[in-house]
């Protein structure tokens, strides 16, 4: 029997084959497209070599080879759904490739494929079947003949194995224009020869019998769609080829699954090991019922998937999030993490501790993985952490939720008292529905809702918001039980959230709004203000309006400024406008289209006499200075924290700077002192400002500058650098000459503005001087305060601390036994009722906690036939509490918990608990006297015989 190949042999004979024949063999592109806005991960081999499709550029060869890292989780390429379920799809995967750029075409590229699926790899040929394009009379093509022939003519295939299909699965188009071409699919047929001889598998090709199944699409690029005008011919022709490698090293291996690969089991087993599920023991022994040990294969299967994607995600940069690529890898990760909680039994994080199985199948062909070991596995550890926090909870209130939505009928009047019976229940949906205002009670809408099938949009809007469940999870634990759920009640409670989110614009965003423009020229603004801070200019636009105070405003443009403009988070100019004798100032500078308003508040007499403008300047340095700064911290930043740290946001500001970016944890203490002391290290090396304009978009980033994600640049950009191998960036702020003239640069606060999205604050110049001397006059003013004579306080301070700490507990103790004191005086004072003693007792200033732990101290001193119930209000009187205890003799005729239940009505207020031992709480502590009042008639009440 041959030896079985290795997933790294198979790569590794691919790879050579190619080199063999004059291909270069080039490195994967990243999982997170740098140039490309158009996409949020790569998602096939082409992707890197786009811009050569498209004519916009070119490569120093003209013959490829790679494999790709993909990624399929949105759009028509959606995999996401079915990973698990089979044993054939994934969400990462890798896309062997090799490309002709204007060389060779279909005869080489048939030929090849041939070669080396045949002859090198000895595939049963007989199995293999070539699909050509049938042709398409409204792209006014004819069958691609020639491919048909060239794999006649080319290859010992089978002729009765050719087989034309249509457009769907054999003409390939970048969009609706671009470059496209027919393609030619080599499918195998893995089934038994008593099978192939029943059915043929010509019939099962494109059929989605996962037995008869691409291997290697060939892609011949020699047109050139015109959208409704149809196709032209390129003037040069390309080969784009692509292999699923997980498939082709099961075909080689003689699997009949991707997932008993050795990309794969070396993972599983993994997983089997770190199972706290006694019965899975492996991948292949499970020892249960049939169905079982499916349910926990596809558990196994789909954590061995997604911890592949996650994991060269966040290499790539990619962090799990709230928006874009980064919700999807946030969905992906609690995905797995779900199925390994419900199915195997993890309860602590654990797909983090399967990085280092995954950087050993994979590191030593793609490095980055293996550089950012320690950075993944922080990052997934923390995702998990998190996530953990709340998935027990959400699960359990989902499946407590399940009766109620099976039986429910719309406005059944018993599935509503059911549900109103149910108080947690009730909670949690009050919660749910607290975005759907009716007019009908919250357990009616929940019937009316659920209909007998479906969860209602606003528990799924409660699984997202509240418990941290991405929707597509929530689908998938409803489908798995047979239900369904209503995902556009779900979207347009999220919509409404949104709404709710945004704040309203600033004034600087009003300069378009119920402005009525007066044009007197036309023409874009010509912005003079890097060069100069003072020049001359006519008004070409001016309007008036009021702001929300009633206070005039007026917009000027003119046809040169030195102004800035708000912009890329730096805030616009303000100064002095003279124009025909009159001085005006100019309280700020914003952008409207590719105008440059200047906001006054009166408006000039002579708008046609020529202005002169006049920045201030004392301003515009200072927010230099902090433009600057942000800068040297964006490199700083990404060399402390590293490399996947990208600007999500900036405010530059002549009195601070603020920055976001992305991280997934808080930025310690000595983090920000490393980040702090290498921005002020540029600082005094005072490194000289190098400033580039109009150069080409593609060369800055081929130079290694920074562009933001999601930002538009136009074909030609300005680069700062300040250090090529430091700080290199596409901006069009204001800087200063050299960084020296920034001074000092000091943090103010660090924090986080959304999941995975960190901000902190900083001072320059002047300002951080202010504020360090600020921080030093506290210090020598708590000096004095202690009377310290030490350089150091912080030891004093701590005596302090632990001495107040300790004052506290007495105080606590003390007023705990005086509590305790009051009860036991109760209960030895207390009225008999039906044979029972019973005392109700009044307590100020008490949490929740204290008094629960105060009933659970004084019980067992209960004498036999004794029930007791607590009531205090919190310290900070808004809230009432109580505490039902009974005697052990008692339990069976006596439930705490209804007790303290019935007594919290009063307060407005519900609660349960243990039949020994119950707790409430209400809203309404000024009833807290009469509640009490009231407790012994409802005992009495309770204690009466039932017929």
Known sequence: MPEVKTSDSIRKEFFDFFVERGHQLVPSDSLVPSDDPTLLFTNAGMNQFKDVFLETGTRPYTRAVDTQKCLRVSGKHNDLEEVGLDTYHHTFFEMLGNWSFGDYFKREAIRWAWELLVDKWQLDADRLYATVHAGDADLGLDPDDEAAELWRSETGIN????????????????GDTGPCGPCSEIHIDLRSDEERQEIPGSSLVNADDPRVMEIWNLVFIQYNALGDSGLEPLSAQHVDTGMGFERIVAVLQGKTSNYDTDLFMPLLQAIADSSPNK????????????????????????????VRTVGFAIADGAIPGNVGRGYVIRRILRRAVRFGYQRLGFRQPFMHELIDVLVTIMGHVFPNIVESRDYIVRVVRSEEESFLETLGTGIAFFEHLLPHIRSAKSKAQKAVTALEADRQTMDLLTKAYAFSPSDESVAVQFVADADGGHVPGPVAFLLHDTYGFPVDLTELMAREVGLDIDIEGYQSLMELQKQRARTAANFAAATGDGADWVVQSTGETRFVGFDTLTSEGKIVQYSSSEDEEGNSVIRLVFDSTPFYAESGGQVGDTGIIVIGGEEIEVIDTVKDGSKYVHIVREMPVDLDAIATLTVDSERRARTAKHHTATHLLHAALREVLGPHVTQKGSLVAPDRLRFDFNHFERVGDSDLDSISRQVNESIQQNIKRQEERDVAFDDAIARGATALFGEKYGDKVRMITFDPNYSVELCGGTHVDATGEIGIFQFIGEGSVAAGIRRVEAVTGLDAVSMIGLKIAELDKARSVLKSQSSSIDEEIEHLLSRQKQLQKEVAELRAARHESAVKD??????????????????????????????????PQMTPDSVAILGGRSPEGDKAYLVAIVSDDLKGRISAGSFVGQVARGIDGGGGGRPELATAGGNSPEKLDDALSGAASILSEMLQPTD
């Open 159 to 174: 002729h009765d194995n050719i087989l034309f299909c249509s457009s769907k699965d054999n003409f390939w188009m970048m």
């Open 279 to 306: 019965l899975v023991t492996g991948y292949d022994s499970i020892e249960t019922s049939a169905e079982e040990r499916e349910s926990l294969r596809i558990a196994m299967r789909v954590i061995a998937d997604h």
């Open 826 to 859: 109760a209960l030895a004072d207390a009225a008999v009722i039906d044979g029972v003693r019973f005392a109700a007792v009044r307590l100020n200033d008490v949490e929740m906690d204290v008094l629960r732990d105060l009933g659970t101290r004084i019980r």
